[in-house]
């Protein structure tokens, strides 16, 4: 096989994958609706230029009618590429629309050296965007975190912040005006990674995240990916344990209702003895029965003696 045709051939099984986990994930948690406008996110990196491409793609041949508007916002880093997305877009065809927003400035002056940029910079992200998709009527929020995001966060939560808590596939703001989903929820990062660079889709780096490679996140990464080559399928089960939580086996009293256990063991016992004593009735019914039917066949013998 020619290297054309393997990189066709491995291409179109990627786009196969990824299309599947997507699609299972938005059926799973009923992200897109019959008249939805998206709002797809859109930063320049791999994951981003992915879900935009599927998305694209799953719109082409959907049982439903919904819109994709394509939203990047230009946080004014240094060196900033600005021609690139919109040249991409253009290209493609994609309806879009650049924000232009000094978040870089804040984030540069309010963090303290040394300490981690994502924070301050995602509230900021967030917040801009929340306000222009209610400003454009958009009725969904599409974020590009994968499989491999959610899991990540997952244990940053339970070692820095003490809590059981990832990221949702889909999530209602905070103010209750927005819905937020997250398309490639069940993409693995590798096959995301493969699929962009045979895509080559133009890549803007983030002069933010990219220069703090040992902060948390990034720690995390590496054990979880040290995890995947020492254990093959340790990820996946991790994952699936994120979709199968019982709350009665941990130790959150909000999720779980510990202290009527001893009223919930008692009308367990009433049930039981209540279904016991009607047994015992049936029981009785039935050879009460069976009695008159004995007696009824002896009469009916003597009379026919």
Same mark, same amino acid.
């Given at each position: 096989?020619? @290297?054309?045709r393997k990189?066709? #051939?491995?291409?179109?099984r990627?786009?196969?994958?990824?299309r599947?986990?997507?699609?299972?994930?938005?059926?799973d948690?009923n992200?897109?609706?019959?008249?939805?406008? !998206?709002m !797809?996110c859109?930063?320049?990196?791999k994951d *981003? =230029?992915?879900?935009?491409?599927?998305l694209i793609?799953?719109?082409r041949?959907?049982p439903?009618? #919904?819109?994709?508007?394509?939203v990047?916002l230009?946080? &004014?880093q240094?060196?900033?590429?600005? %021609?690139?997305l919109?040249t991409y877009l253009? *290209?493609? $065809? !994609?309806?879009y629309?650049?924000l232009e927003?000094?978040? =870089?400035s804040?984030?540069m002056?309010k963090?303290?050296?040394?300490?981690?940029?994502?924070?301050?910079?995602?509230?900021l992200?967030?917040?801009?965007?929340?306000s222009?998709? %209610?400003?454009?009527?958009?009725?969904?929020?599409?974020?590009?975190h994968?499989?491999?995001?959610?899991?990540?966060?997952l #244990?940053?939560?339970m070692?820095?912040?003490g +809590?059981l808590k990832?990221?949702?596939p889909k999530?209602?703001?905070?103010d209750k005006?927005?819905?937020?989903?997250?398309?490639?929820?069940y993409?693995?990062? *590798?096959?995301?990674e493969?699929?962009a660079a045979?895509? &080559? =889709?133009?890549?803007i780096?983030?002069?933010?995240? $990219?220069?703090?490679e040992?902060m948390?996140?990034? %720690?995390? +990464?590496?054990m979880?990916?040290?995890?995947g080559?020492?254990?093959p399928g340790?990820?996946?089960?991790?994952?699936?344990s994120?979709?199968?939580?019982?709350?009665?086996h941990?130790a959150?009293?909000t999720?779980? @209702? #510990?202290h009527s256990?001893?009223? &919930?063991?008692e %009308?367990?016992?009433?049930?039981?003895? *209540?279904?016991?004593?009607?047994?015992?009735?049936s029981?009785?019914?039935?050879?009460?029965n069976q009695?008159?039917?004995?007696d009824a066949a002896?009469?009916?013998?003597?009379?026919?003696?």
């Amino acid at each position: 096989m020619s @290297d054309n045709r393997k990189q066709t #051939f491995t291409l179109n099984r990627l786009q196969k994958n990824l299309r599947r986990e997507t699609g299972r994930a938005i059926a799973d948690f009923n992200m897109i609706a019959d008249g939805d406008l !998206v709002m !797809v996110c859109l930063s320049g990196g791999k994951d *981003s =230029y992915v879900m935009l491409d599927i998305l694209i793609n799953m719109q082409r041949h959907a049982p439903i009618n #919904f819109e994709l508007v394509a939203v990047n916002l230009d946080q &004014k880093q240094p060196g900033f590429p600005e %021609e690139v997305l919109p040249t991409y877009l253009e *290209s493609i $065809g !994609v309806r879009y629309h650049i924000l232009e927003r000094d978040t =870089y400035s804040v984030v540069m002056d309010k963090v303290e050296p040394g300490k981690s940029y994502c924070g301050l910079c995602s509230r900021l992200r967030r917040g801009n965007l929340y306000s222009f998709a %209610e400003k454009i009527g958009a009725t969904k929020i599409a974020l590009g975190h994968h499989r491999n995001d959610i899991m990540e966060t997952l #244990f940053l939560n339970m070692f820095f912040g003490g +809590k059981l808590k990832a990221m949702p596939p889909k999530l209602l703001s905070d103010d209750k005006k927005h819905i937020v989903i997250r398309p490639l929820a069940y993409c693995k990062e *590798s096959e995301i990674e493969k699929f962009a660079a045979l895509k &080559k =889709y133009p890549i803007i780096p983030c002069n933010l995240c $990219g220069t703090q490679e040992n902060m948390q996140r990034q %720690e995390i +990464k590496k054990m979880l990916n040290e995890w995947g080559r020492l254990y093959p399928g340790r990820l996946d089960v991790l994952f699936k344990s994120i979709t199968n939580v019982a709350p009665s086996h941990l130790a959150d009293t909000t999720l779980y @209702d #510990f202290h009527s256990l001893e009223e &919930k063991r008692e %009308e367990a016992r009433e049930k039981a003895e *209540s279904a016991s004593m009607g047994n015992m009735e049936s029981l009785e019914v039935e050879g009460s029965n069976q009695t008159k039917c004995n007696d009824a066949a002896t009469k009916i013998n003597v009379v026919n003696i």
